[in-house]
């Protein structure tokens, strides 16, 4: 298996880092406001301190990536990009849907990712040319190949109306099935897990998509911007099942083959 040694830490440690996590949920610990407006906890910090100095000392050639602040500059031309808690606003509400995520990118190419669900001891993982699995069971996106049946979740209605066309939206909530929203990267379990065929997103950072990136593609799944790429660094997304590819690519004006 590629990446094996890389994949079976990254899963170690996520575990680790959540079961820190979870000495302060539910605590009522108190939240920070960072520049962006966006909630920071003790929590957030003491998991990126862990998740960083565990990385510096099994990989000290990679670079990091952290949301909290972590840049360690790349020696060997590898990047791990990490989230010590995605779903921030979760964890503060004492709501289940938030996970660690840990990502191993390449020069452009995200390779390995996880996300892990301490409240939920859910685990999702991903790695190049492996497929993707939850707690050790394949996964695969939706084999649904229309609109009308189609589950959408939303990642922030009020981001993605400012990232997205606004009348694409309405226009994509009108036509699918329903729309369910659970929480970002619950969403994305889903999402692999086939139980749903859209997950729209209308603001995220790096640590947000860079597992996400190799979910989509393993789980046989697409990852696009607005644009038609896949990068991880536009701040914006979309994934969707292969079978309704032309129908939302034409509501949301995503080229396709770009």
């Known amino acids: 298996m590629a990446y094996e040694r890389e994949l079976q830490y990254a899963l170690e440690t996520a575990r680790q880092a959540g079961e820190l996590a979870l000495r302060f949920f539910d605590r009522g610990i108190a939240p920070e406001e960072k520049e962006d407006a966006s909630p920071v906890t003790e929590a957030d910090r003491e998991c990126e301190t862990f998740l960083s100095g565990s990385l510096r000392q099994a990989f000290p050639d990679d670079g990091i990536l952290g949301e909290e602040g972590a840049r360690v500059p790349s020696r060997s031309g590898r990047r791990w990009i990490i989230d010590p808690i995605d779903g921030t606003k979760d964890f503060i509400r004492g709501n289940p849907f938030w996970s660690v995520q840990l990502a191993l990118q390449i020069r452009d190419r995200v390779v390995l990712g ?50 997205w066309p606004a009348e694409a939206i309405q226009r994509l909530t009108r036509s699918c099935w329903t729309v369910r929203c659970y ?59 292969p079978g309704i590819e032309n129908e939302i690519c034409g509501i949301l004006g995503i080229p396709i083959g770009a």
């Open 114 to 163: 996880v996300i892990y669900c301490p409240c939920l001891n859910e685990m999702l993982h991903a790695a190049a040319g492996s497929g993707c699995y939850l707690n050790n069971a394949r996964v695969a996106a939706s084999k649904v190949n229309a609109l009308a049946k189609s589950i959408l979740m939303v990642s922030g209605f009020n981001a993605a109306w400012d990232s």
């Open 183 to 241: 929480g970002g990267s619950y969403d994305v379990i889903m999402f692999a897990r086939g139980k749903a065929e859209i997950w729209l997103s209308g603001r995220g950072m790096e640590w947000d998509y860079a597992p996400v990136q190799i979910i989509a593609a393993e789980s046989g799944a697409h990852f696009r911007t607005k644009n038609g790429n896949d990068r991880i660094d536009e701040e914006h997304c979309v994934l969707y099942a």
